[in-house]
């Protein structure tokens, strides 16, 4: 069994957000706001889809056992409801590596700061904490929305891997890799930092 690298429960609380451990008990509530198909749409596994989503959540929660991945629940702290998920997978600790992905808000939520500051929690820990080397993130290569804000966190554009992924209508997705090192860190920090300041100022 591969080593575990990160602890359980690891929890990760922002201001507004805290990032928990996916739970079994979880599933009802947030698949009920997973229920929307929009949010879907440029994710490869549509888990608007009941039985997806179970399979696809149920899968996290065994792989988190192996170490594989680390899946979290999105709680917004002001009501306590879920608002999304986000994890780490690809988890490979004896190359400090890993990948963050998975990540989807309602809509209500969209154009605030708070998939920013999910992703400042997330890098927070995997470059303060694990002390990683190389953190993946990775979108379909003509979601062109979805890399500008990879790259407006620091990402570094890697190349496209092509049919990279079967989807769940069963077509194929190419996918954008992107990368931040931990010695791009720092300038990265700062740039989600400010984003979160200048989103914050305009609501």
């Not at 409801?81 to 969209?110: Q, V």
């Not at 997705?173 to 740039?191: C, G, H, M, P, T």
Request: charged share 30%.
């Amino acid at each position: 069994m591969k080593e575990k690298w990160i602890s359980y429960p690891t929890i990760l609380e922002g201001e507004t957000v805290e990032l928990i451990p996916l739970e079994k008990e979880h599933l009802e509530e947030l698949f009920a706001a997973a229920a929307d198909k929009e949010l879907w749409e440029l994710i490869p596994t549509d888990c608007s889809d009941k039985d997806l989503f179970y399979k696809s959540y149920e899968f996290a929660l065994s792989e988190r056992e192996t170490g594989n991945q680390y899946p979290f629940v999105i709680r917004h702290k002001e009501t306590g409801k879920l608002i999304g998920s986000t994890r780490f997978f690809e988890i490979y600790p004896a190359d400090r590596k890993l990948e963050i992905g998975w990540t989807w808000i309602i809509k209500e939520f969209w154009g605030t700061a708070i998939n920013l500051e999910c992703k400042l929690l997330l890098l927070t820990f995997c470059f303060d904490i694990l002390k990683t080397n190389r953190v993946q993130l990775k979108t379909k290569d003509n979601n062109f929305r979805s890399r500008k804000a990879i790259e407006k966190i620091g990402g570094v554009f890697e190349g496209v891997l092509r049919k990279d992924k079967v989807l769940s209508d069963g077509s194929t997705r190419n996918a954008a890799y992107y990368s931040i090192l931990d010695d791009e860190w720092n300038a990265a920090k700062l740039k989600i930092e400010n984003l979160i300041k200048e989103k914050q100022q305009t609501l």
